[in-house]
């Protein structure tokens, strides 16, 4: 099995910044690609983010230019980092891993992080 587990976030005020991680641990061989998605309040989820291992991003229009997200190969780990956040960025952020978990295998596997709230309120 594989677990993703994050950390960072919590209340931040209008115009303030957060840092989320996400480390990926247990039965991976390969990561195809990482991410970050979120489900606002009566909301589906989205997708805020994504990463390949090669550096391939992928960012929602709604955090261009003021979301950066990184991966750091070796520990297998996934950062958010959030600026000018604003209300509408108020979410349940999700960690998803998309990972081959033995070598010569075709098969793909996706996992998602139990999710950390992020706040954004003065």
Known sequence: Q?????????LVQPGG?????????????????????????GKSRELAATITPGG???YADSVKGRFTISLDNAKNT?????????PEDTAVYYCNANVRRRSGSLVNYVYWGQGTQVTVSS
Request: glycine letters at 14%.
């Open 17 to 41: 910044s957060l840092r989320l991680s996400c480390a990926a641990s247990g039965s991976i061989f390969s990561i195809n690609a990482m991410g970050w998605y979120r489900q606002g309040p």
């Open 2 to 10: 594989v677990q993703l587990v994050e950390s960072g976030g919590g």
């Open 78 to 86: 996934v950062f958010l980092q959030m600026n000018s956040l604003n």
């Open 56 to 58: 391939m991003t992928n």
